[in-house]
């Protein structure tokens, strides 16, 4: 029985019931309560229980329940847990509400997570609480994320809508999306000037460096979030900025600057001082590369597509080269190789280029007698030779045994016999080479001279329409 003062207004036969209570449970297993669904205004009092069995009755005087009603909704309200909130911080949020009837507990909703367990918790004075709660790991999305939660009771007829509690979020992160930016386009004229700025998104908002990179490695150049200088050689390099807050730091992709107007004219170095005939050597053209990430263009005409590589110097400098691996020959003596440069950013299509010619020393090659004078009964010999360094020559004749030297120099003058035979050799330092011989014979009774090669390596040429070859004569 329910008693409200001294008077009686719910009996669990029913057979009292003025204020349409109804009884919810089962009061066997000693678990029920008492329901009031529609309260009103005049419904405010202290209530009491009475236990009636048999005649016997039983009031709990000192353990009533006071109705005070409310005409609008309890507000949920919304805590996270941790004050200083940070990116990669793990927090729980919950969002709760006042719960005067455990038989019929609000319903909370929140657009943190849909479907989010609810549950109901008594607090340390009795009340019950609903509540919402999930933990998660904050970003930098999460800064200013506003989380709703609003609570909906049951009432007879449908539901008592509570306003919407509101709690946004406030994130401290590190710096994102850093970017440096350029006022000018990576090659620029010497003596512009260039402003060079730096932007970034972060909470607190971060300080800057602008640093560039040299031989000795990054300098800090600025700790402004704009650089700005006037365009010289001094200046070229690469420049990148760094946003720094209490949370972290991030750094820009690099700016590269070129002047257009310094010196970019190829080198072309060659791997052996002293070239040789049957030397492997390596040819390289290189350039001086101020910005690796932008990297010069090379040709030349010693291979074509040569494959191009930016290598980093040991001080620190980059170098931009092609190379190519060859084995030397006489025929490269003289040959010039051009290597020319020319820098992508250049609208103009300017090109720089370098020229070096090819010194190769070979041995002896091509050495052959001839006759270039002839009168009476003296004739002057020639030995022609192609040799770098240019050959010394040796003059041989046949003597009753053997050949025996006669002579040096690149002519030999003599007087013969019938049966002279003549041949020279050439040489210098890398080997030498030995010429075929020359047989000088009389032939007929008018005196006439005839000169005649022994063909070994070649034929001599004759010096007077007289001569004759000994062969032909012999022949016909």
């Given at each position: 029985m329910l008693w409200e003062q001294v008077k009686l207004i719910f009996n669990s036969s029913g057979s009292v019931n003025t204020h349409r209570m109804e009884m919810v449970g089962d009061v066997r297993s000693k678990n029920c309560s008492s329901r009031l669904g529609e309260a009103e205004v005049g419904h405010e009092d202290q209530y009491y229980f009475r236990v009636h069995n048999s005649g016997m009755s039983a009031t709990y005087c000192d353990d009533f329940v006071e109705l005070k009603l409310k005409d609008s909704a309890w507000t949920p309200s919304i805590v996270v847990s941790g004050s200083d909130l940070k990116e990669r911080q793990s927090v729980t949020i919950t969002c709760s509400v006042y719960t005067p009837c455990l038989p019929s507990p609000p319903e909370l909703t929140w657009n943190l997570k849909k479907n989010s367990h609810r549950q109901i918790e008594k607090v340390v004075d009795g009340t019950f609480t609903s509540k919402l709660q999930e933990t998660i790991t904050l970003l930098d999305t999460h800064d200013g994320y506003s989380i709703k939660c609003s609570a909906r009771y049951p009432v007879k007829g449908g539901f008592k809508q509570s306003p919407e509690t509101v709690e946004t979020l406030s994130v401290s992160y590190a710096p994102k999306d850093t970017k440096a930016s350029i006022s000018l386009s990576g090659l620029v004229s010497a003596g512009s000037r260039v402003v060079l700025s730096c932007s970034s998104r972060a909470k607190p908002p971060p300080s800057f460096n602008w640093y560039r990179n040299n031989k000795d490695g990054a300098n800090v150049v600025s700790t402004e979030q704009r650089y700005s200088f006037s365009a010289t050689p001094a200046e070229e390099g690469d420049y990148y900025c760094e946003a720094t807050n209490g949370v972290d730091s991030e750094t820009s992709t690099r700016i590269c600057i070129d002047i257009i107007d310094a010196h970019f004219t190829p080198s072309i170095s060659i791997s052996v001082g002293?070239?040789?005939?049957?030397?492997?050597?390596?040819?390289?053209?290189?350039?001086?590369?101020?910005?690796?990430?932008?990297?010069?263009?090379?040709?030349?005409?010693?291979?074509?597509?040569?494959?191009?590589?930016?290598?980093?110097?040991?001080?620190?400098?980059?170098?931009?080269?092609?190379?190519?691996?060859?084995?030397l020959s006489h025929k490269h003596d003289g040959y010039n190789i051009s290597c020319s440069t020319r820098h992508p950013a250049d609208k103009n299509g300017n090109a720089a280029e370098t020229e070096v010619t090819l010194s190769v020393s070979y041995a002896p090659r091509n050495t052959s007698v001839s006759i270039s004078k002839s009168s009476g009964n003296w004739v002057e010999l020639s030995c022609s030779s192609r040799g770098k360094p240019p050959p010394k020559i040796t003059w041989f004749k046949k003597g009753p045994k053997k050949f025996t030297e006669v002579a040096t120099g690149n002519f030999h003058k003599d007087t013969f016999t019938d049966g002279d035979e003549y041949y020279c050799v050439a040489a210098n330092k890398l080997g030498k080479q030995k010429s075929s011989s020359i047989s000088l014979t009389v032939q007929g009774t008018s005196g006439a001279w005839v000169f005649a090669l022994k063909a070994t390596l070649g034929i001599a040429a004759l010096g007077s329409i007289g001569f004759f070859i000994d062969k032909w004569l012999k022949t016909s």
């Open positions: 002293d070239l040789r005939e049957r030397q492997s050597v390596t040819i390289t053209c290189s350039v001086a590369t101020p910005c690796p990430q932008s990297q010069p263009e090379l040709t030349w005409n010693l291979q074509q597509d040569s494959l191009r590589r930016t290598e980093k110097n040991t001080e620190g400098t980059f170098t931009t080269k092609i190379q190519k691996k060859i084995t």
